[in-house]
């Protein structure tokens, strides 16, 4: 199994740019997240899935937006990039909730210049 | 909304003193977890205590669940460099199963 994959790994955007990230896991995993972690202030999260069809807001959902098409993938979008934005990205899995070890992906470092 | 506090936010041991690092939460949690993150990796999963009280141990690592179920801490016996990290603490608030809040972390280093 790969786990959890991220891509891409590095990006740098000018501001007013959109992107997505891309999010997959192998595991059969019901639930994943995305979280942004800035120097200093840990992991806050963005947005969840608790299934296919199933997304909703984490504690820091402004200017990203997700969706959850099949079990396997959780991309977030940029729609319009600002400086505040540039950060480290992780995408998550579990099992079946936060009540399980959650699977982190490798990251992507997000420059917005 | 719920806060998890973790100190300190750094620590610097000669290899082989002890490291302990705390988390303490504004509301009772029903589980909390332990994780590693090396310095430019991903944070790893270590364990979760779920228990009032609970006390478990992984080798050198000995995690705690505080009787009130809103603090916890994680201490490391006679550190290697192996141990350098950033170690956080994630809480889960009683009735939320989708929602984990991390503590900022605690960066341990190591001096061989």
């Known amino acids: 199994n790969a786990g959890v994959t991220q891509t891409p790994k590095f990006q740098v955007l000018k501001t007013g740019q959109s992107m997505t990230l891309q999010c997959a896991q192998d595991m059969n995993h019901e639930y994943m997240s995305w979280y942004r972690q800035d120097p200093g202030m840990g992991l806050r999260l963005i947005h969840y899935?608790?299934?296919?069809?199933?997304?909703d807001q984490g504690e820091v959902p402004n200017g990203y937006n997700v969706s959850r098409s099949t079990t396997e993938d959780f991309p977030l979008r940029l729609l319009s990039a600002a400086p505040s934005q540039t950060s480290v990205y992780f995408c998550a899995s579990s099992y079946a909730g936060v009540g399980y070890e959650q699977y982190f992906g490798p990251g992507t470092r997000l420059t917005v210049t | 909304g719920q806060q998890v506090m973790q100190i300190p936010q750094y620590q610097h041991v000669q290899e082989g003193e002890d490291f302990t690092t705390y988390c303490n939460s504004s509301?009772?949690?029903?589980?909390i977890q332990w994780y590693k993150q090396r310095p430019g990796g991903h944070p790893v999963f270590l364990i979760q205590l779920v228990k009032s009280g609970e006390v478990k141990k992984q080798k050198r690592l000995t995690f705690q669940f505080g009787e009130a179920k809103k603090n916890s801490s994680l201490h490391i016996t006679a550190t290697q460099t192996t141990d350098v990290g950033t170690y956080f603490c994630a809480g889960l608030r009683g009735g939320s199963n989708y929602k984990l809040t991390f503590g900022k972390g605690t960066l341990l280093t190591v001096n061989p």
């Open positions: 509301t009772t949690l029903s589980n």
């Open positions: 899935s608790v299934g296919a069809g199933i997304t």
